[in-house]
């Protein structure tokens, strides 16, 4: 038995938003991110939640594999997942070995080309089928408003993904007021048209439903006095980030 383990905030059995098909979602602890629209500040501690081996985590998985089908599988979310990367490399190398799908939720945020992360990187990738990206911002400063990160090393994850075509899909939170504006969607879009790789690209309407967690924890909430999208504005931002084409 491997004594390889991750700190886990939560799992979820029957996952059907993150990633194709019905999925396993495991949720890591620990995020540099500090997203003012995140809704699961809970998970931002490190070293936090509980610790479990990759192979607990994947007996309990494959319990689920009859509803994965030809699609579905196991997707590790957060919390940031590349902060753990010696856990999914073994978790996933594992998943692969019993063929599942295998598929990581990220904010790419902690992405560098620098030793030792980059060869980690290159080994998680051969076991990796897909990863959804987060492009949070498209403008560097108003990313950093918006996460405290800059965005440049995130773009740089997309661009690297993209030349060595490894599947992704793109996720974008619509925030009032921060990211829904034509200007910075059509940067976006232009910025999505130059990658080879990308399969879907989603529109995430901000919401409210987090908020209360900021105010347990002790946090200053940001986007206090900011409401969801309206309806007119979601369906903007899918007009303009052409989210339509690639489910054809
Ligand atoms: S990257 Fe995700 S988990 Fe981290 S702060 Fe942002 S939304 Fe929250």
Redesign the pocket.
């Known amino acids: 038995m491997s004594e390889v383990k991750g700190y886990i905030h939560s799992t979820e059995s029957f996952g059907s938003v993150d990633g194709p098909g019905v999925r396993f979602i495991i949720f890591v602890s620990g995020?540099p991110?500090?997203?003012q629209?995140?809704?699961?500040?809970d998970?931002?501690k490190m070293q936090d939640g509980e610790l479990k081996t990759t192979d607990e985590l994947l007996k309990t998985a494959l319990r689920y594999k009859s509803y994965w089908k030809d699609k579905g599988g196991i997707t590790v979310s957060?919390?940031?997942p590349l902060m753990q990367m010696d856990f999914l490399i073994d978790l996933f190398k594992k998943a692969k070995e019993q063929g599942v799908h295998t598929n990581i939720d990220t904010?790419g945020?902690v992405f560098t080309k620098e030793e030792p992360f980059f060869g980690k990187m290159q080994e998680l990738l051969k076991y990796t089928d897909m990863l959804m990206l987060?492009i949070?911002h498209i403008d560097d400063e108003q990313h950093k408003i918006l996460?405290g990160q800059s965005n440049k090393n995130i773009l740089e994850f997309a661009r690297y993904l993209s030349d060595i075509k490894k599947p992704i899909w793109i996720r974008h939170v619509l925030v009032p007021e921060r990211s829904d504006k034509d200007e910075y969607l059509e940067r976006l879009h232009d910025f999505i048209e130059t990658l080879d790789n990308v399969e879907r690209v989603e529109v995430l309407p901000y919401h409210t439903l987090g908020a209360y967690k900021w105010k347990e924890l002790g946090y200053d909430y940001k986007l206090e006095g900011i409401d969801p999208p309206t309806q007119e504005r979601i369906e903007n931002a899918n007009r303009i980030l052409e989210t339509a084409k690639y489910l054809k």
């Open positions: 995020c991110m500090r997203c629209f995140c809704h699961n500040p998970t931002w957060g919390g940031e904010s945020a987060d949070k996460t």
